[in-house]
Structures are given as C-alpha cells and as structure tokens.
C-alpha cells in the first residue's frame, strides 16, 4: 500500500516561531506534493503544492523544502500566528497530468498545529 | 469558486441501519472522492468515482458502496452501519488534477 509517513502529530508553537512539518514518501513514481490545511467545522483545503523538479517552493509565509534522493519533504510557517491554528495533511499523487489514477492521494496522518499568542 | 456540498453536517443513526451520505458538487468536475477522517489516521479513501455509473474501490471500502447516477452528485452508502463506522466523512471532486475541493465533512455517529 502507497504510504505517507506525517509527523509529529502535535505541534505547540509561540506565536512568530517557525513550526516544521515532516513528511516522509515510498512511492517513487509520486510527482505531485500538496499540503491542505483544515479548521475546524471545515474541510480541507489546498494550501500549497510542489512537483519533484525543485526543491523549494514558497508561497507568503508558507514554505515546501523537497528532498527527492530522501524522499522527503516538509512545510514551514515562518512568522507563525494564532490564526495558522489548525490541522495540516501532506499528500501525494502520482500521474499528475491524468493516466489511470485519476488524481487519487495518499494522504499523512496530519498534525494538528497551536499557536499560542 | 467550487462549491462541494454535502448533506448533512452531523447525523446520528443506530447499528445495522442502511445509511445515506449525499455530496454535490457543482463545477462539472470528472472525479468525486469519499474519505473518512480519523484522528491519527489522516484522511483514508473509502471509493472515488471517475465519471457517471463509474466507480473505484479505495483503502478501505469495506461496508461501503457508492452510487453516481448524475455527474455532480456522489452518494457514500452505508449497506448495515456498525459502531466502527462513526467518523467524520470528508467528500471531495477534482477535474482532471489532483487538486481536489472538499465539502466540510459529515460527522456521523452510529449507537
């Protein structure tokens, strides 16, 4: 079964602090990395997203670092703040343009982020 | 904006009831997926579907089955609910990506 290893689960963080979050794939034929972000009350939604070609993307205070010899990847929040407060997933897919999986993820375990002000 | 549209925000049913979950969604989108949200567990694909009357099993479709009759909606049924099936159900399309958008959930409880 395709994996995606999460970590940690839990995150307490100071407001401004930069808080990391790990993710760990099998699946070499993966080639799309989002990370979605969720409140409470709400469903998930895309935050930001990286493809195996480079090896960091950032968007605002978001940022992807992309490891491919590892296999890794992570999500850091710079200048973090109460209201980044919520549940992280990171996902892969692989086939990205179409093919057969239908823009099927795997997703992490999540970790659930606390900013305190 | 995409508007994925799901029923019922909390619903409360009892052991061995046939269940009805009930998801919209309105950009014409190709791909409609149902998950299950479990804390420590992430998000686990249950079945998607790929177009009308088409669908796929996921990780873990057993004590569910799917119906697509029409193009945006996307019913998750549960066949005999069993206490194990209490969860929060995620529901979610994408067109042809795997940029998907998800309704807010229904958290299902069954006693």
């Known amino acids: 079964q395709q994996q995606v290893k999460q970590s940690p689960q839990s995150l307490i963080v100071q407001k401004g602090g930069i808080p990391i979050i790990n993710c760990a794939y099998e699946?070499?034929?993966?080639?799309?990395f989002p990370w979605y972000q969720q409140f409470p009350g709400k469903g998930p939604a895309l935050l930001i997203a990286?493809?195996?070609?480079?090896s960091e993307k950032k968007e605002g205070r978001f940022t992807i670092s992309f490891n491919k010899s590892a296999k890794q990847f992570s999500l850091h929040i710079m200048d973090s703040q109460p209201g980044d407060s919520a549940t992280y997933f990171c996902a892969a897919s692989s086939n990205h343009a179409g093919g057969t999986s239908y823009g099927k993820l795997t997703f992490g375990q999540g970790t659930i982020l606390t900013v305190h002000p | 904006d995409v508007k994925v549209t799901q029923s019922s925000r909390y619903l409360v049913k009892r052991t061995g009831e046939k269940v009805f979950l009930e998801c919209v969604q309105d950009?014409?989108?190709?791909?409609m997926f149902w998950y299950r949200q479990d804390p420590g567990l992430g998000l686990r694909l249950i079945y998607f579907?790929?177009?009308?009357?088409?669908?796929e099993k996921g990780d873990i479709p057993e004590g569910y089955s799917v119906s697509r009759e029409k193009k945006e909606r996307f019913s998750l049924i549960l066949e005999s609910a069993s206490t194990n099936q209490t969860s929060m159900y995620l529901c979610a399309s994408s067109l042809y990506s795997p940029l998907q958008h998800f309704g807010d959930g229904t958290r299902l409880s069954i006693l």
């Open positions: 579907s790929y177009d009308v009357k088409m669908k």
């Open positions: 950009m014409d989108h190709e791909n």
């Open positions: 699946n070499t034929a993966f080639d799309y």
């Open positions: 990286i493809r195996p070609d480079v």
